[in-house]
Antibody, heavy 121, light 108 residues
Framework: EVELVESGGGLVNPGGSLRLSCASS????????MTWVRQAPGKGLEWVSS????????YYTDSVKGRFTISRDNAKNSLYLQMNSLSAEDTAVYYC??????????????WGQGTLVTVSS | SSELSQDPAVSVALGQTVRITCQGD??????ASWYQKKTGQAPVLVMY???NRPLGISDRFSGSTSGNTASLTITGAQAEDEADYYC???????????FGGGTKVTVL
């Protein structure tokens, strides 16, 4: 059974840093592109960042570029998101998700339960 | 602003049919996928590709695409279908992911 478990969320001061982790099991982690998606309170889903299976291709949404760093450790079946210079606008539940794609199709087939990041003084 | 547009809310009577639409230029190239999101729960994939439904998803859910519009139809809506529904695809560059703003479905 595929399982994704996020951790590392919490309360952080504006300007602070936080590192999220996503532990995976039940599938060959190194075969898949992985993604972080967030949902701010009362808002919709927002894609944050994606990383290809071998970390060759990395993408970020514009609002986090230069502040967030996505990474993965295939030996540990884990995905990470290093978040720096956090602001209130980064307050959200962060989900990791497995990404599937082809030439004309793309979707997230498995999601973790999410970890809450709250940026507040 | 999102490159995928959804109506903010729709309502449907119990047992009736509702169609949720998602519009965007990228949908002329890429299929949309659809997610059900309930408060406090992780999103659940309910439709992807041309007309693919993941294992375990009710056949009440069906999908279609025409031009720049993707649709998710719930036939015979049940109380448990009340949720927010998000479409998703790639943006016009093909490298980034984009979600629609979401449609809140209320089952009356």
């Amino acid at each position: 059974e595929v399982e994704l478990v996020e951790s590392g969320g919490g309360l952080v001061n504006p300007g602070g840093s936080l590192r999220l982790s996503c532990a995976s099991s039940g599938f060959i982690f190194s075969d898949y592109t992985m993604t972080w998606v967030r949902q701010a309170p009362g808002k919709g889903l927002e894609w944050v960042s994606s990383i290809s299976s071998s970390s060759t291709n990395i993408y970020y949404t514009d609002s986090v570029k230069g502040r967030f760093t996505i990474s993965r450790d295939n030996a540990k079946n884990s995905l990470y998101l290093q978040m720096n210079s956090l602001s209130a606008e980064d307050t959200a539940v962060y989900y990791c998700a497995r990404y599937r794609f082809s030439a004309v199709s793309n979707y997230f087939d498995y999601w973790g339960q999410g970890t809450l990041v709250t940026v507040s003084s | 602003s999102s490159e995928l547009s959804q109506d903010p809310a729709v309502s449907v009577a119990l047992g009736q049919t509702v169609r949720i639409t998602c519009q965007g230029d990228s949908l002329r190239t890429y299929y949309a996928s659809w997610y059900q999101k309930k408060t406090g729960q992780a999103p659940v994939l309910v439709m992807y590709g041309k007309k693919n439904r993941p294992l375990g998803i009710s056949d009440r859910f069906s999908g279609s695409t025409s031009g720049n519009t993707a649709s998710l139809t719930i036939t015979g809506a049940q109380a448990e279908d009340e949720a927010d529904y998000y479409c998703h695809s790639r943006d016009s560059s093909g490298n980034h992911v984009v979600f629609g703003g979401g449609t809140k479905v209320t089952v009356l």
